[in-house]
């Protein structure tokens, strides 16, 4: 697993690699601006050129950067991801032509139009986590007075949002949790909530509650019938011609270790 990168380590590997390769500065200066986004650069010992650059919805943070530590072992190839809503890396791949890959929900990346071709990678399984103290056994349970704030990502610019929102309106719990519902930006925040105790429960993904796990409460699988499948994608821009440590990065991800990552992530 990638150990942690604090924010002094990664400002100097953010100027290192400016210095390296000009032409993508650009490129991490407008990560670096967008709120909430992330940006990881891996140092290895190639060239510039071979490289490889992802754009990834924030949700699934921590099963991207395995797959990027675990891509540079196995290849020794650099690799730099970063993280935002679906507007902000369809942004970067719109400005920037060596943004070649976004990984997310299809259902999302889709509709922009940006893409060639979709690999899957999983399935996102919606969950609802308690803060610590708390647990639920049923979805119901959230009309308790025990809860009173239950956060959830934004419901139209996420994917796990929408499922949240979904399943309480198939379920008929709509009307009696609409107060109680704190829409905040995504699954990222809600799990920041959560373990903060700043709200007594909160819809994310399985890999957000597994990320969280021992900070948090009670972890409850909602039923995949009460919002619609949600596919998690590699989408590969159109018109860009792969380079040899691009091509490695997409057959990579179609391997085995990438699957078993995935699926340690819950997904």
């Known amino acids: 697993m990638l150990n942690a990168v604090n924010h002094d380590e990664s400002t100097a590997d953010l100027n290192q690699y400016r210095a390296r390769r000009s032409s993508r500065r ?23 050129a071979e490289s490889v650059l992802v754009a990834a919805m924030g949700g699934y943070r921590k099963p991207v950067l395995e797959l990027i530590e675990a891509f540079r072992k196995e290849t020794g190839v650099e690799a730099q991801a970063a993280f935002g809503h679906i507007k902000q890396i369809e942004t ?34 919606l969950v609802l986590v308690s803060s ?25 610019r ?22 109680k519902l704190l829409e905040v930006e995504g699954v990222p925040q809600v799990g920041s909530y959560i373990t903060s105790g700043e709200v007594d ?23 995949q019938s009460c919002y619609d499948p ?22 990579f991800m179609q391997g085995d270790t990438a699957r078993r990552i995935m699926t340690a992530n819950g997904l």
Do not use: Y
């Open 201 to 223: 429960a909160g819809f994310v993904n399985k890999t957000e509650a597994l990320a969280i796990a021992g900070r948090a409460g009670s972890v409850l699988e909602l039923p």
């Open 26 to 48: 650009f490129f991490a200066r407008n990560l670096l601006g967008l709120a909430g986004m992330v940006t990881l650069l891996v140092a290895t010992p190639v060239s510039a």
């Open 92 to 125: 970067q791949a719109r400005q920037n032509r060596e943004v070649v890959f976004l990984i997310g929900d299809k259902s999302l990346l889709e509709p922009t139009g940006l893409f060639s071709n979709f690999d899957r990678l999983g399935t996102g399984r």
């Open 158 to 179: 996420t994917v796990f949002g929408r499922a949240a929102d979904e399943c309480v309106k198939r379920l008929h719990l709509a009307d009696a949790l609409a107060p």
């Open 132 to 156: 610590k103290g708390k647990s639920l056994s049923r979805l119901d349970e959230l009309k308790n007075t025990a809860f009173t704030r239950v956060a959830i990502p934004h419901r139209s």
């Open 230 to 251: 949600i596919e998690i994608s590699l989408g590969t821009v159109r018109d860009r011609s792969l380079t040899e440590a691009q091509s490695r990065f997409q057959a």
